[in-house]
């Protein structure tokens, strides 16, 4: 698998989500066996690329590359700026966002809502493709399969970003008005990749081993991106790399290689955001890893009530360490666990 240049470990990616894919998770995520990770959606406007919060989206200190960030704009001269200022700073593939469906995104028109003006999204794609050339720098492409039902578009997309100079394109199988609602469909992924050259990302509902060799199957597809079904859930990319070259399941993780990826990734995630911040945003990790677990719902209460990073540790090192004594391996979790979240925390770019 290449995306220009670049080599990649393998065929699964890691999917850009706010407020989720940051340097700490998306090192954990290449650890345990993602081939490739993307950034967190970073902002083309000028006047926000200062800010803390661009900044840390932004981090990426010692991570393995490639390094690939995702920009997000309505103005084709200020995503090309954009493009040039991250590769001044590091990066090594621009992904453009016209995938995510936020209201706050799609209501200045960035994000999926491009995708309703294509000439727009043309002109976008052309002046990142331009801007990252002369630095051999690929540009990759993240969307839906349209606006709405009655307006599926990205066949059209694809092969003008084709055209224009993207050297991969990643579909989630659902309109923008869909936002995460029903189930994704990959008919339109297979018709992507049935017309274009260059490699074809399917993305949307890959949440087991299983489901992502159908998907593949069913499609055709170069690779896989998975999101959702990663959070508290890192290794989930090592059991599909798993099954698929062998056809077997993996053994769930060992309760004491948690505790310890755990500790690690809350350690590295304080790091980034400091102390106050930090506790408060890893609260939603935290989370995710016991959702399914015996107790895991009174936990997480719990683990509300906590506000320093001392306490928090302890109080995870405390309820793994009781899990372990009666179970040595994560107990299987259920489907609905694994999916069932607010909706605020299932922003996928």
Not at 75 to 85: I, L
Not at 121 to 148: D, F, N, Y
Request: proline content about 5%; aromatic content about 6%; hydrophobic content about 40%.
């Amino acid at each position: 698998m290449h995306i220009g240049p670049y080599t990649l470990a393998n065929n699964l990616f890691v999917a850009p989500m706010a407020g989720v894919t940051d340097r700490p998770f998306r090192k954990l995520c290449k650890q345990l066996g993602a081939g490739y990770a993307v950034s967190e959606m970073v902002t083309s406007r000028p006047d926000l690329q200062a800010s803390l919060k661009t900044s840390r989206r932004a981090d990426h200190r010692g991570e393995p590359g490639p390094i690939a960030v995702q920009i997000a704009g309505t103005d084709a001269p200020m995503m090309a700026d954009a493009a040039r200022h991250n590769i001044d700073r590091g990066a090594q593939i621009i992904d453009i966002n016209m995938g995510c469906p936020a209201k706050k995104v799609c209501n200045k028109w960035a994000g999926s809502a491009l995708m309703q003006d294509e000439a727009l999204a043309v002109s976008i794609i052309e002046a990142v493709v331009q801007a990252a050339q002369p630095h051999g720098v690929p540009v990759t492409l993240k969307m839906r399969t349209g606006w709405c039902q009655q307006h599926k578009n990205a066949l059209t997309l694809a092969l003008a970003a084709e055209a224009a100079g993207v050297q991969m394109v990643t579909v989630h199988g659902r309109t923008r008005e869909q936002g995460y609602k029903g189930l994704a469909e990959y008919d339109t992924i297979a018709a992507v990749k049935s017309r274009l050259r260059i490699p074809v990302v399917a993305n949307g509902d890959i949440d087991s081993p299983e489901k992502a060799a159908a998907v593949l199957r069913h499609t055709g597809a170069d690779a896989l991106m998975i999101g959702r079904a990663a959070q508290g859930r890192p290794w989930i990319f090592r059991e599909i790399a798993h099954y698929l070259a062998t056809g077997e399941h993996l053994a769930q993780p060992l309760v004491a290689e948690v505790r310890r990826l755990l500790l690690a990734h809350l350690d590295e995630h304080y790091g980034l955001y400091g102390e106050r911040t930090g506790v408060r945003s890893a609260r939603k990790h935290i989370g995710w890893y016991v959702r399914a677990l015996p107790g895991g719902e009174a936990f997480r209460q719990f683990m509300n009530t906590l506000d320093s990073a001392a306490l928090q540790q302890r109080a995870v090192g405390d309820y793994l360490d009781a899990l372990a004594q009666q179970h040595e391996r994560l107990p299987q979790a259920t489907a609905e666990s694994l999916t069932e979240m607010p909706d605020h925390e299932q922003e996928t770019h």
